[in-house]
Structures are given as C-alpha cells and as structure tokens.
C-alpha cells in the first residue's frame, strides 16, 4: 500500500466533474458536493459514487432508500460551494430548493438532475461506495442548460470548460507530421 | 427507471478527468481510456472504476489481479486518444511503455500512475465497477508534471484546464453583494 499523503497528491490534481446530491430520512434533508459521480451504464441506468463515513450526512445517506444527483453546471458553481462548506444549514434558503412528491430535496437551479434508487452500498476504507439505478430525472434542454458549461473540480480550484478549453487532437497530428 | 438516451445525454455533459487503465493476464496486455476512475479513501488508499463487459478488455480485467491506473494531464492527450481508439494495436509502439517487474504495461510519459490491487469487481448492468488498493506509484514531481494542465473529457470533447479556465467563487459574493 502506498501512503495516504501520495494517495491524496495523485488524485489532488485528477480533475473530476462536480454533482450535488441530496437525500432525505426521517424527514431529515442532506446535501453534499461530491466529484465522485459517474455513469456505470445506460441500459439499464446505473451511477455510482463514493462517500466518506466521517461525512455529516453519512447516517442519513445509510438509510434513505433513494437520492437525487445534481449534475452541475458552471453556473452552479454556489450550489456546489453549498455542498462543500462545513458548519452551515444547507437547506436555510428554502427557495432555492423543494420537495419532490417522493420527499427528495431538490435543487431547481441544477439544469440536470437524476433521482435514484440505491442498488449496492459497499463499504471500502473508511467510504462506502454506493450504486445505484435511474428511476426519474429533469435533463437539461436546449438552449437553457443543453449548452451549459461544464464545472470542474481540481487542485482544490473551481474551473469553467468553455470553447477556450478545447483541447484538439489534430494539433497531435500536426506535431507528429512536422 | 429512465430510458438509455436520457440516461446518456445526462451524463454526456458531465466532465470527467481521464485514465489509462492498463493489466496483463496471461502475457496479453490491455490498455483502456476511462472517465469514471476516482478516488474512495486515502487511508487505506482505495479508488474505483468502472469498465463495459463488452469492452474488449473485459476479459483481460476479469483474470488480472492488479491493473495500473495512468492519471493523464493534458499533455497525455495522445495516450487518452490511444486508449480510445477501436482496432488498433495500442502496443504496436515498444518505445512508449514497458513491463513493471511484476508484469503490468506502463506508459512513462504519464505523469502521474498507481498500480492497484483489484479488491472487489461488483456486477452491475452491463458493467463491472472496480475497487482497487493502491500499492506502488510514481507521481508527478514539482517542476515537471507538479504543474501539468488537467485532461478533461465532457461532450465528446476533450478540455485542457489551466489558469483562464479557473472560476472564481469570490465573482458570487460580489454577484451577490452587488
């Protein structure tokens, strides 16, 4: 095994995309920014993610049945800084977020959002690594979110993916035609 | 559930910092470009991916009891387009990689790589999700890879990060003072 500092250095400069998620139990509401979130596969529609058990919203995520996972936006950069600060009521501001009819707290700024239904909970290290399948989302359209762009976590630093950001890889061709 | 192209079109949008995942079984090795590779816990150090059945390293990753996970900067963009690309030998170039002692491919030119211990394979869908223990590295080093550009794939795209693409969660206090 390799120590936790290098461990921690490795991925401190892995980028990752940026989700809000949200649950309830007990009538209790979590929210909390995660850059673990991905797709697993489409058919059927499976996500996973990983939490640490020393997370304040570790209990609740332990016995709620369900979650809802907000895809960020660079426009949600507050929503994910919500998610990420320590010591606040994330819920204070009660019209930036409502109730969906099954009890799920929901963001409405996020363009997109999936609710899911908790398939596997796996307990790795000091995380539990949760998958789970698709049941009900709001996608973003169009025109409004569709051209969103995208929020991206890395060394400890928020970043923008813009028309600017594009890597091309014909410049790889044309180098190694030169 | 949510249909496949919802789920897809979703996830499309969601950014993702880019791996080449590498594993020998029998003397055949495999390489593959992943997005879903992240961290779970540092102490002990574990991460997890996840990787298609159909994928045709499937098998490979099904035998191979470690694989080695390249964390790819921007400057890797070749080795991600390498690990993406269907029909092709990936290891058709010998200068590139080589064999670690214990037999896994590595490619040099990535900055920053782990070798992990595959603990759990978890079915789900037409997917396997990995969870591995990190157990030998090499990491970037200040002043050559320390300060290597973040590969970031979102939209069929791949994006370079960098200081212009920092987003500053200040401009939302003024946003909000204002």
Chains 1, 2 share one sequence.
């Not at 797709?39 to 059927?44: L, T």
């Not at 993610?49 to 979650?67: G, I, P």
């Not at 700024?109 to 009900?136: K, N, P, Q």
């Amino acid at each position: 095994m390799i120590n936790a500092d290098d461990f921690k250095a490795a991925f401190r400069s892995h980028p990752a995309g940026v989700a809000l998620i949200t649950a309830d139990a007990h009538g209790v509401p979590i929210a909390l920014t995660a850059s673990s979130v991905s797709a697993v596969s489409a058919d059927p529609p499976l996500l996973m993610f990983s939490v640490s058990v020393h997370s304040s919203s570790a209990v609740v995520l332990r016995l709620a049945d369900t979650v809802v996972v907000h895809l960020l936006s660079a426009d949600n950069l507050d929503l994910a800084v919500l998610g990420a600060t320590s010591g606040i009521d994330r819920f204070s501001d009660t019209e930036r977020w409502r109730r969906l009819e099954t009890g799920e707290p929901v963001f409405d700024d996020a363009h997109t959002w999936l609710r899911a239904r908790i398939l596997h909970r796996i307990d790795a290290g000091g995380s539990t690594v949760f998958v789970g399948t698709a049941i009900e989302s709001r996608l973003a359209r169009e025109g409004s979110g569709g051209g969103a762009e995208g929020l991206v976590y890395q060394n400890r630093t928020w970043h923008r993916l813009s028309a600017e950001s594009v890597a091309d890889p014909a410049d790889l061709i044309r180098e190694s035609v030169r």
